[in-house]
């Protein structure tokens, strides 16, 4: 029995292939839900999508929006009609071209797989295209195609982050005859091409000699899958990894041990507790104001967060127009929070219910407010839930207090409002705090619709201004991001936003 | 023993069946929404209400089991409401992983355990028994996470010998088996010599010994064999146990295995993932189950199925 077992555990091992010096292994927190792009909902499959396909446009590594498929684009005088001029040298890993056909298969195909539950949003703008996602229309009214390089698209009202929306990862170019295991088999046309992926455990690339971008500066490119962060910070000082995101809870110690290998950037991301504006004493603002004034941001930061962020006056994190940084944030003072809540009808305080999900990170942070808040007059029951009900919960309107955060889809202060703040986007579509104020829907609509960049400036100023008076959130602090990078590695940098990186120029110097 | 195994195994649908409802139930009842993790931020209220539907998750909840059932019944245990892939196909790429670390870690437990509760049994109080009373003391009482983080610090990051993670060749499979078996090393230990103490004292032992037989004849061949049923009992137990997923060790060692694959589903509230991952671990637990007891009969001649 014993001669049995052992045999079989000699017979299942296999050999694990060595990388050479043009290999590079990267990591992921959890496996890529699909890598169909019209199913990437999230960071992993949207990562790896951005090194296998192209799009029409696409973002690089300090989050600026640049050529892709299309060398060029403009917007008529309206904002509404965008017309796209492709490239000609593009071609699939497959060898067959891309056209603006290929291009206008693909936005049908996103939309046709709605009912099967495909990331449409980012297409959905474009004339028609909501009727045809629904089966109501037989084709996309304002999605045509002149010629082989040139689409033109005409969308439902102007939009100035229309550009944006097609550097998702859902909107990227996919053949137009595919097979049915494309979601576990891509074929692509972006600088990396598909070899194999195991689930749970890694995904294989290799790189495109072809590309029109020129190949990448390495050959291969691993993609391992390692859920627990302490590992991943095995892995990279065991040489595995070339980088790595240093874990919260081991900030202090790699800042005094790898300081020459880290690298730094703020991150397009905001943490805060959506407060539900719907609800009880919440409705009024002063109560809201108070539960502000009770947190001790500055302190939590530093002390929770080892002070990775800037704390927040709004919304908009530093990096992107319409970022304020001479706003000041709320003050620490449960004195003064007192007196609001006795101003606002509630002298013996207020009891809320904060609900958040099993995150280590956010459960400390809770804690923290929760005692903060005591001394303001606010008892917080913490209700602990996973993501999804949690989620569900607070999308449903039934949490008080809801401690998340928000990640920018693309780079631009739109991502950082019209979900979050617009009254239509209230609780799945990203306004947790179910605020509705007609006068900031209407400093949104223009903000979004206007060609003017100076104007779209401003108006983001203004919004956020009226937002952080309004305090529908408990502004928190806006995280940086802090990685670990080999010695040996170059022409890598922490992207902007999480599609940004590419590994176009990341190598090992031998 | 034909007649016992058919038995048996119609005995266990029923009890599968059991499992299947209360799984059913747990999970309708349980809050959470698997739309919400389909189709992620900014999702319009529309389109969870068409989803929904597309997924008869509105339907009422005795409509759904009979559709579910019908498909159990096929053979086709649904498909993931998260990746679209069939989940018997997840399954059946994950389960050989977690059979080879299962594996390991039981060889490792019962090779390791056994030999030192022999040993322990057989001179009792002295110095080995009493340093190995108090390493499986420990084995119990450490918790895997740490047990599992410290020995890649030590084995990976310091000393290089094994890799720190992740699937492949023998050497990756050393650090999860040693950290999944620990607990059991010790079990196994402690119940081996307890059992063989016993034993040792019995009067079938010393004639055995008054006959001139050697002593280690004594203690294997007539002082083993009777103290091994209670620790198959617990082989066979912790088997099981490894075999339907160890989701911590398999998290920390980034294995690719059924743990992760039910801790997925589960956080996603991927309800075809979960109810077929339990049906079919169930499954899995009951033919190990069966097992320990035909080995019983083969310990001991005095069991007997027919």
Known sequence: MTRSLLAAVLVLAACEGAGGPRSLTYYFTADPRSLDPAFSTDVPSGELI??????????????????????????????????????????????????????????RRVLSLASKGSRTWTLTPILGAAAYAAGTADDIAGLAVPDDSTVVITLEEPLNVFPKLLAMPASAIVPESIGPDFSERPVGSGPWKFVSWSHDDAVLLAANAEYWGGPPASDTLRVRIIPEPLTQAAEFEFGQLA??????????????????????????????????TRRGPLQDVRVRRALNLGVDAGTMLRNVMSGRGVLSAGAIPPGLEGYDSTRAPYPYDPAAARALLAEAGYPDGITLKLWRTQRTELARIAQAIQQSLALAGVTIEIV?????????????????????????????????????????????????AFYADPVTDRMIMRARGTPDAALKDSLSRAIDARIFDAAPWIFLWFPADLWAERADVTGWEIPAIFNGQRWRTARRVP | MTRFLAWRLLVVLPTLFGVL?????????????????????????????????????????????????????????????????????????????????????????????????????????????????????????????????????????????????????LAFLVLPALTLGMRSVAVIARMTRAAMQEVLQADYIRSARAIGLGERRVVLRHGLRNAL??????????????????????????????????????????????????????????????????????????????
């Open chain 1, 50 to 107: 951005a090194t296998l396909f192209d799009n029409v446009t696409q973002f690089d590594a300090d989050g600026r929006l640049v050529p892709g498929l299309a060398t060029r684009w403009e917007a008529d005088r309206t904002g509404a009609v965008y017309t796209f001029h492709l490239r000609r040298d593009a071609t699939f890993h497959d060898g067959r071209p891309i056209t603006a056909h290929t291009v206008r298969a693909s936005f």
């Open chain 2, 229 to 306: 049923l209670p620790v198959i009992t617990v082989i066979g137990l912790d088997f099981g146990s490894y075999l339907t997923g160890s989701i911590l060790t398999e998290t920390i060692f980034s294995w690719p295995g059924v743990g992760r694959f039910v801790l997925n589903a589960i956080s996603k509230r991927d309800l075809p993932a979960i109810q077929g991952s339990i049906l079919f671990l169930s499954v899995v637990f009951v033919l190990v189950n069966l097992v320990t007891d035909l080995v019983y009969a083969k310990a001991d001649p005095r069991i007997s199925y027919d």
């Open chain 1, 243 to 276: 980088v790595v995101e240093v874990p919260f809870s081991e900030t202090a110690r790699w800042e005094a041990e790898h300081a020459a290998e880290l690298q730094r950037r703020a991150a397009l991301r905001a943490l805060y507790v959506a407060i539900n």
């Open chain 1, 384 to 432: 602990e839930r996973d993501a999804s009900s949690a989620r569900a919960a607070s999308s449903k309107g039934e949490a008080d207090l809801f401690l998340t955060d928000w990640y920018a889809d693309y780079p631009d202060p739109e991502s950082f409002n019209y979900p979050t703040f617009y009254s239509k986007n209230a609780g799945s579509g990203g306004n947790r």
């Open chain 2, 21 to 169: 409802v209360v799984a059913f139930l747990l999970l309708h009842v349980a809050p959470g929404d698997p739309v919400q993790a389909m189709v992620g931020e900014r999702a319009d209220s529309a389109t969870i209400v068409r989803l929904r539907a597309e997924l008869h998750l509105d339907e009422p909840l005795p409509k759904r089991f009979l559709l579910y059932t019908a498909g159990i019944v096929r053979g086709d245990l649904g498909k993931s409401y998260i990746t679209g892939r069939p989940i018997l196909g997840e399954l059946l790429h994950r389960f050989p992983y977690t059979l080879r670390l299962a594996l390991a870690a039981m060889l490792l437990a019962v090779s390791g355990g056994m030999l030192v509760g022999i040993v322990g049994a057989w001179r009792p109080g002295g110095w080995f028994d009493r340093i190995m009373t108090l390493g499986a003391y420990l084995g119990v009482s450490f918790p895997v996470y740490w047990v599992g983080l410290l020995l890649i610090l030590i084995f990976a990051v310091q000393l290089h010998w094994l890799p720190p993670s992740g699937s492949g060749g």
